[in-house]
């Protein structure tokens, strides 16, 4: 979601940051050559990215064995996204972080859009599996859920990065198919289960995103996040009317914002709701 020096020496030799940001816009390899034309696997269609994570995108026959690999660039990758953030990955910050000239990444990937559909499908990591046994597909969904979360949580920046299809890198095809085995025995048409995965798959972006954003908006203002809570309803009595907004007035009075929420409170009554409302949709099938 492509030759090749490495070392600190290598580094030095190779292009300037500027013909960096060159290949990085343009999308060409060192040859200027497109990913595609590299492909000897036969897979012809297959947009490059796909056909690297899949491992079906063959490097050219002729010229040494590259010293790099695909696995250990878009691991360098997601190593920099964590530590410095999405804005700090490029080719040749990954390369740096490698002891590679930024160049020898291109026999692997061809541009940095190609990289980060890489990172994103490596950031979600191993599917949790279909349904263990005795579960049932509400708790078997639930999990999958979670387990959505925790992935989100490990690498906040992975939401930040545009969704630019349907589901078709191998870790995503791997979560698309163990949620849907969770449904297997619900009732629901195909069309009602791929419903149920966006739906799903929808909260945990969404949620995972306020939440980062909300706890950088706490960390700027230097406060705790209960500190930071009671400082909102404190601005908010200063500046409302009760007579213009008795609702909030009543609700800021109810205490909520004396103290913060658990960390996992909003996803739990989220999911829970989202969970009440497929089973209606379950049993209503049913007939029960």
């Known amino acids: 979601m492509a030759g090749s020096s490495t070392g600190p020496a290598g580094a030095a030799a190779g292009p300037s940051a500027e013909e960096t940001d060159r290949a ?37 026959l002729k010229g040494p064995k590259p010293a790099l690999s695909l696995p250990r660039i878009v691991t360098a990758a997601v190593r920099v996204a964590d530590a410095e953030g999405l804005d700090a990955v490029s080719m040749g910050r990954v390369a740096a972080e490698l002891g590679a000239a930024p160049m020898s990444l291109y026999r692997h990937v061809s541009a940095k859009e190609e990289l980060l559909g890489l990172m994103v499908d490596a950031a979600w990591g191993d599917s949790p599996g279909s349904l263990a046994p005795g579960e ?11 387990a959505l979360r925790a992935a989100a949580r490990r690498h906040p920046w992975a939401v930040r990065i545009p969704i630019s299809g349907l589901p078709v890198m191998p870790r995503e ?26 739906l799903l798959s ?33 601005l908010l009595k200063r500046l409302t009317d009760p007579q213009r907004f008795p609702a909030l007035t009543a609700f800021i009075a109810s205490g909520v914002f004396d103290a913060a929420d658990g960390p996992d409170d909003e996803f739990i009554f989220g999911l829970d709701r989202i969970l009440d409302g497929i089973e209606t949709l379950i049993n209503t099938r049913a007939g029960r």
């Open 24 to 60: 990085d816009a343009s999308g060409a390899d060192a040859s200027g050559a497109d990913a595609s034309v590299n492909d000897a696997s036969g897979q012809a269609g297959i947009p490059g990215t796909i056909a690297a994570a899949w491992g079906v995108r063959e490097r050219p």
């Open 202 to 234: 929808g909260y945990v972006r969404n949620l995972a995103t306020t939440e980062a954003d909300i706890e950088a908006a706490v960390r700027t203002s230097g406060l705790d996040p209960s500190a930071w809570m009671a400082s909102y309803a404190d």
């Open 173 to 198: 095809v791997a979560w698309f198919e163990d949620a849907l085995a969770c449904m297997r025995a619900t009732g629901l048409t195909e069309a009602r289960k791929a419903s149920v995965i966006m």
């Open 136 to 146: 049932d597909w509400r708790a078997g969904l639930s999990r999958w859920a979670w």
